[in-house]
Nanobody, 118 residues
Framework: QVQLVESGGGLVQPGGSLRLSCAAS????????MGWYRQAPGEQRELVAT???????NYADSVKGRFTISRDNAKDTVYLQMNSLKPEDTAVYYC????????????WGQGTQVSVSS
């Protein structure tokens, strides 16, 4: 049974930082590409960062240079370090495994809320 548990969100001022974590279970984490998605109110869920099994990373243009994705295979955990946060980063953040323009796992976690506001 796939379980993805996101944590680390919160309320932060513009320019601040947060580090999100996603603990995975029930998957073969070491052979899974992983990604962070976000969904703002009234918007579709979008993929913002990916890390492959060989640690190659990719980012959406909107977060490039500010966010860093990483993984710890010993802990089956993927991280998202978010710096220089902007109000437009406000969203619920989720992790999953990117696949063919969508996500591999049908079961999503509860997500973690990130709110950027002064």
């Amino acid at each position: 049974q796939v379980q993805l548990v996101e944590s680390g969100g919160g309320l932060v001022q513009p320019g601040g930082s947060l580090r999100l974590s996603c603990a995975a279970s029930g998957i073969l984490f070491t052979i899974s590409n992983m990604g962070w998605y976000r969904q703002a109110p009234g918007e579709q869920r979008e993929l913002v960062a990916t890390v492959t099994v060989d640690d190659t990373t990719n980012y959406a243009d909107s977060v490039k240079g500010r966010f860093t994705i990483s993984r710890d295979n010993a802990k089956d955990t993927v991280y998202l370090q978010m710096n220089s946060l902007k109000p437009e980063d406000t969203a619920v953040y989720y992790c999953n495994s990117p696949y063919k323009g969508g996500a591999l796992f049908a079961s999503w976690g509860q997500g973690t809320q990130v709110s950027v506001s002064s």
